[in-house]
């Protein structure tokens, strides 16, 4: 493991600070860190923990849902207000990694995870993620597990994270701290597509840090669900997922929001499967439909071209659930 500085910030001035000085990086749970480090993915000069930052809140109001960066993935899936208001997040949650990384990992750092990619986290291949210029081996290699939407000629690697597929879903704002105030951003554009520039994963600048999560009130948050399709039961990465949320009434969608994940170089916001819903019934056949719409400008590559039905049929099935008894 490469050497480093370790410094414990013990305020949120003090943790921009130090991360914006050169090699500094910031740790709070560590579940996905301590793997890159022992992998020799990442060589930090420094890791600035931020765990003593008073920012493990869950707030439940009539506005909506804010979570602090900190709050632990197990203390906000296990939150009641948050499983009956917003069950797609509980969901998404508890289909997340396993019991004992759910009681480390934070909110802030599950957005923040590096992908899976294998050429990502292997040193003896390339990948521009990883080394910038290097190549995408995926692209002519293994790459059952890859992107089949948002990806280039330079990067094809899918992002990890179930619960940023359920909150772009909802319309989360990032609340993002920085030396001169607070940000917010949305989280459908707080992740960046690969381009030609696959090692800048989000918009966070040096200094930059993740304070909370807000997601603001909705009729469709309540009726809301996350369908999730793995290789196995449990702690396993999403082949394909959906996260789906409906507003229905007299049997009509007056609004859905739709998120794919497993099939995206990002969270995958599905405006046009969204369109297709609104105002028509909630039936199999708009299901399908919207499915079809949602997977309409996907690139398969060499052995992954099963991930655009496979998504299809997660979705339907998650609209499925969610529109029963409405």
Not at 27 to 36: N, P, S, V
Not at 54 to 61: G, Q
Not at 150 to 161: E, I, K, L, M, R
Request: net charge positive; proline share 5%; with cysteine.
């Amino acid at each position: 493991m490469h050497p480093f500085a370790y410094a414990r910030a013990r305020d949120a001035g003090q943790a921009s600070q130090l991360a914006r000085e050169p090699g500094s990086e910031i740790i709070a749970g560590g579940t996905d860190m301590m793997q890159l480090l022992k992998d020799d993915v990442r060589r930090p000069r420094r890791l600035v923990d931020i765990t003593q930052l008073p920012w493990r809140a869950i707030e439940v109001s009539p506005a909506g849902l804010r979570l602090g960066a900190l709050a632990r993935m197990s203390d906000v899936a296990d939150d009641p207000r948050v499983r009956e208001q917003y069950p797609v997040v509980t969901e998404a949650l508890l289909a997340s990694a396993s019991p004992q990384v759910r009681n480390m990992a934070t909110i802030g750092g599950n957005l923040l995870q590096r992908t899976r990619c294998v050429y990502f986290r292997d040193h003896d291949t390339s990948c521009n993620k990883r080394e910038p210029g290097s190549g995408c081996a995926a692209l002519q290699g293994e790459n059952r597990l890859h992107a089949v939407l948002g990806g280039s000629d330079h990067c094809v690697a899918t992002h990890p994270s179930d619960l940023a597929v359920a909150l772009v879903a909802l319309d989360a704002v990032v609340v993002v701290h920085r030396a001169d105030g607070e940000r917010r951003v949305a989280l459908e554009q707080f992740h960046l597509l690969p381009g030609d520039t696959p090692e800048h994963e989000t918009v966070l600048e040096p200094g930059d840090i993740i304070a909370a999560i807000e997601v603001p009130a909705a009729a469709a948050a309540r009726r809301s669900h996350y369908r999730k399709v793995r290789d196995r039961a449990s702690f396993e990465f999403a082949l394909a997922s959906a996260a789906v949320a409906l507003d229905i009434n007299g049997g009509t969608i007056r609004e859905a929001r739709i998120a794919l994940g497993g099939v995206g170089t990002k969270p995958w916001r599905a405006r046009d499967a969204e369109a297709a819903l609104a105002g028509g019934p909630a039936d199999r056949a708009r299901f399908q439909a919207a499915a079809a719409r949602a997977l309409a400008g996907a690139r398969p590559l060499a052995q992954n071209a099963f991930k655009i039905e496979l998504a299809q049929r997660a979705l339907v099935r998650a609209l499925t659930t969610v529109s029963k008894g409405a």
